[in-house]
């Protein structure tokens, strides 16, 4: 009998905006995971402790519009007025190298990848309540009173897309370790699947 090796799995990490799916992503990194981090394109602005080339790529409106024409993106979206796209190549040489890749996108551009690589696994973060929610947004100052009510309003919206994952975790304030182990669940009990997921990436 051959020796059993399961498939690299690209895992997909989404949910509404403020939930801490950067937060949940660098925990991973620090625990030193054999996984390849996929670093996003984006037009926004550095968060403070932000690094460009680790948190993000920080690019200006002309240089993202290159990658887009070139066809250098997985997928794009507009998140409150700033451009995020997905490096196709970086993720095309992360999986063929026999790592498992995990990228963090908006619900839309989740819904994006679902079309594209429906063998990608969609984990949906969501905290545990509204509430919740609202208190990390205030915590971060980055919004005023009428954008902290177009967030919510997105939110509710976005928790309408929870059906179109095939796991949901909860983040709770103060169990980020929990959250972390959590997928690390689901990613060990997918490389136990008898029909392993074949990933492959659009040209």
């Given at each position: ?107 839309q551009g989740a819904r994006t990848l ?90």
């Open positions: 009998m051959r020796e059993f090796k399961p498939n690299p799995l690209l895992v997909i990490i989404s949910g509404p905006s403020g939930v801490g799916k950067d937060t949940v992503l660098k925990a991973m990194k620090a625990g030193g995971f054999p996984f390849h981090f996929v670093v996003t394109m984006t037009t926004r602005p550095p968060r403070p402790g932000e690094v460009n080339g680790e948190d993000y790529i920080f690019v200006s409106e002309e240089e993202f519009n290159k990658a887009l024409r070139s066809g250098a993106l997985l997928e794009n979206a507009v998140v409150y007025g700033h451009h995020y796209g997905v490096p196709k190549e970086q993720v095309r040489k992360a999986v063929e190298s026999g790592k498992d890749v995990l990228m963090r996108v908006d619900v679902r079309g594209l690589i429906p063998e990608a696994v969609f984990i949906f973060l969501v905290p545990s309540s509204e509430e919740e929610l609202l208190r990390r947004l205030k915590i971060r100052h980055t919004e005023d009173e009428e954008a902290l009510k177009l967030r919510l309003s997105k939110f509710r919206e976005e928790m309408e897309s929870l059906s179109e994952f095939d796991y949901v975790v909860v983040n709770a304030d103060g169990k980020l370790d929990e959250t972390v182990q959590t997928i690390l669940a689901i990613i060990k009990a997918e490389k136990c699947r008898t029909k392993q997921r074949k990933v492959q990436i659009p040209l």
